[in-house]
């Protein structure tokens, strides 16, 4: 469900461990948010060969001009992670031609939503 209002996407992530669900708020960026995110802030997904995906936390920091932010959430480690597609500041094709995002990555929930409350 989105809230209009507030441009927050709200699911609940349910548990198969017997645990009650939990109600996450995933806020909706507006196309063309820059996010200046530090290094713990945004990560990858790795593909392994068994199928099992394990996230990859880089050591540098990534600017990120937000095309999408998604309704799929992660949970690892007890952190919360949301999609969030983009392109980099230097892309300078995205000015010129539309074409697909150059990347997409987590972005720890709590970063979403400051940048979320910080919007005019």
Do not use: F, K
């Amino acid at each position: 469900m989105i809230d209009n209002r507030s441009r927050r996407w709200s699911l609940s992530l349910s548990s198969d461990r017997g645990r009650p669900a939990v109600r996450v708020e995933v806020p909706e960026l507006p196309e063309g948010t820059l996010l200046r995110l530090q290094h713990a802030q945004w990560c990858t997904v790795e593909q392994q060969t068994s199928g099992l995906r394990h996230l990859r936390r880089p050591m540098n920091g990534l600017d990120l001009v937000v095309t999408q932010t998604h309704r799929r959430v992660v949970l690892s480690d007890g952190y919360l992670w949301a999609w969030v597609s983009g392109h980099e500041p230097a892309c300078n094709r995205a000015d010129r031609e539309p074409h697909p995002p150059c990347t997409e990555v987590l972005v720890s929930l709590s970063v979403l939503c400051s940048a979320a409350e910080n919007q005019p």
